[in-house]
C-alpha cells in the first residue's frame, strides 16, 4: 500500500531548479566567451604552475564563481590535479552541491569583519581533511573591510602548501594594491552577443521552447553581456508567456519595445516623415512605455544602421529578420546623415531624463534631428566647393561660363 508524500516532501519533490543553475557549465569547455582564461588555467594545471592565490574580476554574471568552483574541482580531483575534472569521485560531486569539507565558499559581503578573516588564518593552518587542498572561494571579495584586508596580507603572501585562494569581484578597483600584488589576477569579459544567441538557443531547443531569435536578440541586449541575467529572463518569459511566446508578448513581459516600432521610428527619421515619427511616438506614450528607454533603443538602432552603411553588414547580435530590416534601411540612407541623427538622439537621453516633460523633450529632439541632418556627406560638400571655386559650377542665368554679365559704364 502506497502512502503519500508528506506535502513538505511533496514540495521538495517538485521543486524548480532555475535555468542559470540547471545549465551551469560542468567542465572548462562548457564556459562560454571565456575562452582566454579557462586557457590560462588549463595550461598552469597542465605544467603544474597554479598559483596560490586567484582574483577573477568581472562583470556579473559572467562566469566568475563558476570558474572558480571548476579549478576547485580540477585541483581536487581523485583523478588529478587535472584540466579535465571526472565530475563524478566524491570531491567533484561535493564541490559541485556545494557540501565539500575542503572547500569553502564565503560571502565577502555578510562576512567582512576583521574576526572572520582571523578565522579563515587559524584554519588554514590544518590540513586538508579529506583532499589535496583546502581552497577558500570569497566572492565579492571588495567588500572586505580595510583591516580584514589587512589582516589577510600574511596569509595570502605565503600560505601553507596545501592552501589556495581563490577571490571574485566585480569591482576590482576597490581591492587595495597589497592585495592586488599577492593574486594572479584573470579579467573576465561580457560574454558577445553572438555567443550569447547562440547558448540560449541551445538551451531553448533543449528546453522544448519555441521562441524567435528576434526574441532571444532582446534577452541578449537586456542582459548586457551576462549569461545568467539572460537566462533569468528567458525563465521570466516562460513564467510569463509559456513555451511558445510570441515576439510581442517577449516584448511585453520583459518590459521592452517592439523592434519593428524601433525600426518604424528610425525610417521615419531618415526620410523626414514628421507625422509618422509623432504618431509612433504618441502610440508608446500612450501605453506606458519610458521616453528614455525609448531613445536608447532608437539611438541603438541607429548605431547598428551606421554599422550596416559603413561595413556593409548588419551587427551579427541582430536576428535574421532585424539584419536584413536593417541593411534594406541602411542602404539608401546617407552616412553622414545617420551619423548626425545618433548623435542629436543620443545627446537627447540626457535631456530626456531631467525633463518635467519627457515626451515633449524627445519629440522636439527627434525633429530637431530631421531638420538638421545634413543631406551630403561633407567630403562631397567640399568637392562641390572647390568645383565651384575653379568655375565648373552650373551656368548663371543670362551669362555664359556662370559668370553674371558686367553693368554698362555710366559717367
Known amino acids: 500500500m502506497a502512502f503519500p508524500l508528506p506535502l513538505a516532501l511533496q514540495a521538495f519533490a517538485m521543486s524548480y531548479t532555475v535555468l542559470a543553475r540547471k545549465y551551469r557549465p560542468q567542465a ?63 570531491a567533484c560531486t561535493e564541490i559541485r552541491d556545494g557540501t565539500s569539507v575542503d572547500v569553502a565558499e564565503i560571502d565577502g559581503a555578510s562576512n567582512n569583519g576583521v574576526e572572520n578573516v582571523r578565522e579563515i588564518r ?19 571579495v571588495h567588500m572586505l573591510s580595510g583591516a580584514a584586508f589587512n589582516a589577510l596580507l600574511k596569509t595570502l603572501e605565503e600560505p601553507p602548501g596545501h592552501v589556495k585562494f581563490i577571490f571574485a569581484t566585480t569591482e576590482a578597483h576597490k581591492l587595495p594594491d597589497t592585495i592586488l600584488s599577492r593574486c594572479q589576477r584573470h579579467n573576465f569579459r561580457r560574454i558577445s552577443a553572438a555567443a550569447m544567441l547562440g547558448r540560449l538557443k541551445d538551451i ?45 508578448q517577449v516584448a511585453e513581459a520583459l518590459g521592452a519595445i517592439d523592434r519593428m516600432v524601433i525600426h518604424a521610428c528610425a525610417q521615419a527619421l531618415l526620410t523626414r516623415d514628421a507625422k509618422t515619427l509623432l504618431v509612433r511616438t504618441e502610440e508608446l506614450f500612450n501605453r506606458g512605455v519610458d521616453m528614455k528607454k525609448l531613445a536608447e533603443e532608437l539611438a541603438l538602432h541607429l548605431r547598428h544602421v551606421f554599422v550596416a552603411k559603413v561595413t556593409g553588414n548588419a551587427p551579427d547580435e541582430l536576428a535574421d529578420a532585424d539584419r536584413q530590416a536593417v541593411t534594406a534601411l541602411a542602404r539608401d540612407a546617407d552616412a553622414a546623415q ?35 541632418a545634413p543631406a551630403a556627406a561633407i567630403p562631397e560638400l567640399i568637392a562641390r566647393v572647390e568645383k565651384l571655386a575653379a568655375g565648373q559650377g552650373a551656368p548663371a ?12 559704364f555710366r559717367a
Open 338 to 372: 545617420i551619423a548626425r541623427l545618433f548623435d542629436v538622439v543620443h545627446t537627447s537621453v540626457w535631456d530626456i531624463n531631467r525633463a518635467p516633460q519627457p515626451r515633449l523633450a524627445l519629440e522636439m529632439a527627434l525633429l530637431k534631428g530631421m531638420h538638421l
Open 28 to 90: 572548462f569547455e562548457e564556459m562560454t566567451g571565456q575562452e582566454h582564461v579557462v586557457r590560462t588555467i588549463e595550461n598552469a594545471i597542465t605544467l603544474d604552475r597554479v598559483a596560490h592565490a586567484y582574483l577573477f574580476a568581472g562583470p556579473r554574471g559572467v562566469g566568475k564563481t563558476t570558474a572558480a568552483r571548476l579549478l576547485a574541482r580540477a585541483l581536487n580531483c581523485e583523478k588529478g590535479p587535472t584540466a579535465h575534472p571526472c565530475g563524478v569521485c566524491r
Open 204 to 248: 531553448a531547443s533543449k528546453e522544448g521552447i519555441t521562441v524567435s531569435d528576434s526574441s532571444l536578440s532582446v534577452l541578449v541586449r537586456q542582459s548586457e553581456g551576462g549569461m545568467r541575467d539572460a537566462l533569468s529572463l528567458l525563465d521570466q518569459v516562460i513564467a510569463a508567456c509559456g513555451l511558445t511566446p510570441t515576439d510581442e
Open 397 to 408: 542665368a543670362g551669362a555664359p561660363g556662370g559668370r553674371s554679365a558686367p553693368a554698362p
Open 122 to 140: 587559524e584554519n588554514a593552518k590544518y590540513l586538508p581533511q579529506r583532499d589535496r587542498y583546502k581552497i577558500y572561494i570569497i566572492d565579492e
